[in-house]
């Protein structure tokens, strides 16, 4: 038996309920609660292993406080790939890494620095070391 990968709408989708659920410091059994589900189901819906359908889409956007939209923007879309992502959508990569908890709270951090000059030093200092890491910063 060949597994199906999840489609890539269904796992945009999955990683835009998990970054939101973790900027609100939801946990998935928490938000499972709220949905009448367990934390696996949960699990699943985010990895985009199961699909998530019409009525539980507008439920979790109520939940997570997001207009249904939220859970779209910048995603593919069933159009060509020229036009699968909004002008000025953020690459995956972006999504990938506020997908993750230190990806949010590294954003939610340097967000609350309201001095110019000190951020563009830390995003001077993070590059400097990518750069040692081996890896391209831009």
């Given at each position: 038996m060949s597994t199906k990968a999840p489609n890539p709408v269904d796992k945009y989708v999955g990683s835009r309920v998990r970054m939101r659920r973790i900027m609100l410091g939801m946990s998935q059994e928490k938000l499972g609660e709220a949905l009448g589900l367990t934390f696996q189901q949960v699990q699943k819906y985010e990895k985009g292993t199961n699909r998530v359908g019409a009525s539980r889409i507008q439920q979790i956007s109520e939940i997570l406080q997001v207009p249904v939209s939220?859970?779209?923007?910048?995603?593919?879309?069933?159009?060509?790939?020229?036009?699968?992502?909004?002008?000025?959508?953020?690459?995956?990569?972006?999504?990938?890494?506020?997908?993750?908890?230190?990806?949010?709270?590294?954003?939610?951090?340097?967000?609350?620095?309201?001095?110019?000059?000190?951020?563009?030093?830390?995003?001077?200092?993070?590059?400097?070391?990518?750069?040692?890491?081996g890896h391209d910063p831009r």
């Amino acid at each position: 038996m060949s597994t199906k990968a999840p489609n890539p709408v269904d796992k945009y989708v999955g990683s835009r309920v998990r970054m939101r659920r973790i900027m609100l410091g939801m946990s998935q059994e928490k938000l499972g609660e709220a949905l009448g589900l367990t934390f696996q189901q949960v699990q699943k819906y985010e990895k985009g292993t199961n699909r998530v359908g019409a009525s539980r889409i507008q439920q979790i956007s109520e939940i997570l406080q997001v207009p249904v939209s939220f859970l779209f923007e910048g995603g593919p879309s069933g159009t060509t790939s020229a036009e699968s992502f909004g002008e000025g959508a953020s690459p995956a990569y972006i999504s990938d890494f506020l997908a993750t908890s230190e990806g949010l709270a590294l954003t939610r951090a340097f967000t609350r620095i309201s001095d110019a000059k000190l951020r563009r030093s830390i995003v001077d200092i993070v590059e400097q070391i990518a750069a040692r890491e081996g890896h391209d910063p831009r």
